[in-house]
């Protein structure tokens, strides 16, 4: 089955005149879905074309099945896929405007050491329209519209490693940016990768002013390849110089996440290395106190530690800040969302 959430204007309305149909019910169409409607609920499309078209296309590609709520006030949202596969996504409020934490995969293939998400491998790609559901669907629970969106910002953080998705993930950028749309900024989108290099590259000519977020977590390639697998394919040295090449076609200052670790990259030597790497060209570095997860070993910095660390950096030119955790009470924090329903249920039936 295919997703109506898929396609663009212009594809729809090609679906739907090859339906034998007037082209205004693709417009009419295309608006109820950023309403976040499913077919049965669009009142003013003939019965007989929705019929047509749940031949073809699922009706109800994802589905919000489960809310948490954070006592700081953040959200967890699990999402149930059409094929019965569940997601996760977490809301943020700020003073500026809501952002959405989506999903690009089920699960996810990148093995880092201290993240939730990939405890479980990965099970599939998201398609585009999946990907960009996960925003109608909560923006319709907030009461938004398409011209009065309740999310203003989204961040490609959930499971999954969005440039192994480059495709789907590309497509779901120019959806979700296009004014026939949703019409959100690019510049209000950002994506965070492990740092695959030749798609780093790729993504610098789509012509998309994204923020790039880069989770490098370590100075050089032998920490790094003790808590995250990818560096054995691609060294520091080259993904620092694919973000260099990112923010030269763009003009967008690069993003380095960096989740203190204790006794593995927090020392005063990882900090200097660390400037030496990330100066020279318009960057940040994010420090993030590392999130529990229960069936990892590794443990957070100390917070004096870490201020000691940001203080170095800060000292020797780096822009930097340590990020505000939250939503961490739900699981809903950097690096903590997984599969938990599917395993609660998994669990349930073999008991």
Not at 46 to 65: A, H, S
Request: glycine content about 6%; hydrophobic content about 40%; overall charge positive.
């Amino acid at each position: 089955m295919e997703i109506l959430q898929d396609l663009s204007l212009n594809e729809l309305q090609k679906v739907v005149e090859n339906l034998g149909e007037k082209p205004y019910r693709a417009k009419q169409i295309f608006e109820n879905l950023y309403l976040g409607k499913n077919l049965n609920e669009m009142t003013n499309v003939p019965k007989e074309l929705k019929e047509k078209l749940l031949e073809k296309f699922v009706d109800e590609p994802i589905k919000i099945v489960e809310v948490q709520k954070s006592s700081d006030g953040t959200q967890k949202f699990a999402y149930k896929l059409f094929d019965g596969h569940i997601i996760e996504g977490v809301l943020m409020c700020y003073s500026y405007g809501n952002t959405l934490c989506v999903s690009t995969q089920v699960g996810c293939a990148m093995g880092c050491k201290f993240c939730a998400s990939t405890l479980n491998g990965m099970a599939r790609n998201l398609s585009a329209g999946e990907i960009l559901s996960q925003i109608l669907v909560v923006n319709k629970l907030l009461g938004g519209t398409a011209k009065k969106r309740q999310i203003t910002n989204v961040v490609l953080m959930g499971s999954g490693e969005p440039l192994e998705n480059f495709e789907n993930v590309c497509k779901f950028l120019f959806l979700a940016t296009s004014k026939d749309g949703i019409n959100i900024s690019a510049r209000n989108i950002s994506l965070s990768t492990c740092g695959i290099v030749p798609k780093i590259k790729k993504l610098s000519k789509l012509g998309l002013p994204i923020i790039l977020t880069i989770s490098l977590h370590a100075p050089n390639d032998e920490i790094r390849k003790t808590i995250m697998p990818i560096a054995n394919k691609y060294s520091v040295k080259e993904i620092v110089d694919a973000s260099k090449i990112y923010f030269n076609a763009t003009g967008r200052r690069v993003i380095f996440e960096y989740a203190l670790i204790e006794g593995v990259n927090d020392t005063k030597e990882c900090a200097k290395e660390l400037s030496k790497l990330v100066k020279g060209f318009p960057s940040h570095v994010n420090l993030i106190p590392l999130n529990p997860v229960e069936e990892r070993v590794l443990k957070a910095t100390t917070r004096k530690k870490a201020e000691e660390f940001l203080k170095e950096l800060t000292s020797l030119g780096v822009s930097a800040t340590i990020r505000r955790t939250i939503g961490e009470d739900i699981d809903g924090a950097c690096g903590q969302l997984r599969n938990k329903i599917l395993k609660q249920t998994q669990d349930e039936k073999s008991s």
